[in-house]
């Protein structure tokens, strides 16, 4: 089984409706992210988190929510969709070892498609 | 807003030739810095972590690090077709050592 899943993989939606996407992870990190893609702007950070009482914005926060129901569950929401919000959406999760950031290890992503 | 910048390629080697790819970083005082390999429609996937100046080599992979001129680069040898792929440097953002930025990412073909 994969350590870091996500939900759905491919998901359409209308502008304006509110939706959400989940992550969960097996590896036991506390750190988790939720990044966009978009064609030739590389990973932007929307929202990541150290641990379920600790929430940060990431660059790109307007217009998307987040919640970190555990330690292993990761949630982002679009409150309103809008199409300039179609991307490909990923989920990871990290570990900090003395101090040190370690890797961080990606869910398969969500395809959306804001119509 | 801290940078990091890449080459977005496209970039062209025939196999067996090595493929040489590179990044710059604004951070001056970043000290972790990745490499990671992305599939079109995958998740990223990490190649290299390197976190001292100098070189770091695994199998046929080589990362280089130069934290006096804010640059790290990866050297891929003997290039296999299976290596096309966009590969995307991080660099932590040293005032949070939770966040790492990432590299618009350069695009590398190897050509059988």
């Known amino acids: 089984d994969a350590d870091v899943t996500q939900t759905p993989r491919n998901r359409i939606t209308k502008t304006g409706k509110r939706i959400m996407l989940e992550c969960s992870q097996t590896?036991?990190?506390?750190?988790m992210y939720w990044y966009r893609q978009d064609p030739g702007l590389g990973l932007r950070l929307i929202y990541y988190?150290?641990?379920?009482?600790?929430?940060n914005k990431g660059e790109i926060s307007d217009g998307y929510s987040v919640s970190r129901q555990a330690q292993a569950k990761f949630s982002l929401s679009l409150e309103s969709a809008i199409p300039n919000q179609t991307a490909l959406y990923f989920c990871a999760t990290s570990d900090l070892k003395s101090g040190v950031q370690e890797t961080q290890y990606f869910g398969p992503g969500t395809r959306l498609l804001v119509l | 807003q801290k940078e990091v910048e890449q080459n977005s390629g496209p970039l062209s080697v025939p196999e067996g030739a090595i493929a040489s790819l590179n990044c710059t970083y604004s951070?001056?005082?970043?000290?972790?810095f990745f490499w990671y390999r992305q599939y079109s429609g995958k998740s990223p996937e990490l190649i290299m972590s390197?976190?001292?100046?100098g070189d770091k080599e695994d199998g046929r992979f080589t990362a280089q690090l130069n934290k006096a001129s804010q640059y790290v680069s990866l050297l891929i040898r003997d290039s296999q077709p299976s290596d096309s792929a966009t590969y995307l440097c991080a660099v932590n953002e040293e005032a949070s050592y939770d966040k790492v930025i990432f590299g618009p990412g350069t695009s590398l073909s190897v050509i059988p």
């Open positions: 951070d001056r005082v970043s000290q972790s």
């Open positions: 590896k036991g990190h506390d750190r």
């Open positions: 988190s150290f641990d379920v009482k600790d929430i």
């Open positions: 390197i976190y001292s100046n």
